[in-house]
């Protein structure tokens, strides 16, 4: 597989071309930012967590049939996946109350729901993420009510295999974000990634939180969270 040209540059990943026209390599950095990129640093090592743990996930899931863009780990920080066009969907499932949704319902963080919630959120930093629900997205073209369908019944799904591995590792799955990709023959995959980026961390026993919220709110340990978590997937 030969690297071709950076196609794209994100906040926290680039992207590379490669001579199959069908796949491109992403790239993990240790850039972070936080509220539209308003704060801005850097977290030692994050990229080589994101990107190991993310293709841990992502074949945890093709196991329990859940289609990924992942095709192969390259190296600690480059992973080769299917090149896919991205719906502009923020997908978010909350297994327990934090973050925006307490802020915007009033309440406090740590009420675990008796079932899992979505939301989606329209992708465009200009506008800063608005919230968008099924029909708004099917207004506007962003995707096909059959689309939004299979995006759900996998989100969910994704959270059902998720939620359970990571207790098995004692941590609580308390809410994250997903976002999905289409294949040229219009083949929904779950995309982007799965890491404490993405995801909120609490260990099951104290709640400490193992995840980007340490960075965000100027926790401190933030490296640390991050080696935590590398630590209880792959072991010491
Ligand atoms: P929220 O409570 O701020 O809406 O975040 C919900 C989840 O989504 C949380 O696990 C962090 C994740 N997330 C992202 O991955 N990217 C983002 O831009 C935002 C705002 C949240």
């Known amino acids: ?25 992403v790239s993990y950095k240790d850039d972070a930012t936080a509220f539209d990129g308003l704060k801005k640093g850097t977290i030692a090592g994050k990229g080589v967590v994101n990107n190991k743990m993310s293709n841990y996930i992502m074949q945890l899931l093709e196991k329990n049939g859940v289609p990924t863009h992942f095709v192969q780990e390259l190296s600690d920080r480059e992973t080769l996946v299917k090149k896919v066009k991205i719906v502009p969907l923020e997908v978010i499932i909350r297994n327990i109350s934090a973050g925006s949704f307490a802020k915007r319902f009033g309440v406090e963080e740590g009420i675990v729901f008796a079932e899992p919630t979505i939301e989606f959120s329209y992708k465009n930093d200009d506008l800063h993420d608005p919230l968008m629900n099924a029909y708004h997205a099917i207004a506007l073209g962003v995707a096909t009510r059959e689309e939004i369908e299979t995006i759900k019944a996998m989100a ?12 098995t590792l004692g ?15 219009g083949t929904i995959v779950l995309a982007d990634e799965i890491s404490p ?29 991050y080696a935590e978590m590398m630590r209880r997937v792959f072991g010491a």
């Open 1 to 25: 597989m030969e690297k071709r040209e950076q196609l794209y540059e994100g906040k926290a990943k680039k992207v590379y071309a490669t001579d199959d026209e069908n796949l491109v390599i």
């Open 156 to 167: 969910f799904k994704v959270n059902s295999v998720m939620k359970e591995y990571f207790l």
């Open 171 to 185: 941590v609580k799955l308390v809410d994250f974000k997903l976002e999905f990709g289409k294949t040229p023959d």
């Open 197 to 225: 980026d993405t995801c909120r961390f609490w260990d099951a026993e104290t709640n400490e939180k193992l995840d980007k919220d340490r960075f965000r709110r100027d926790l401190g340990n933030v490296e640390d969270a």
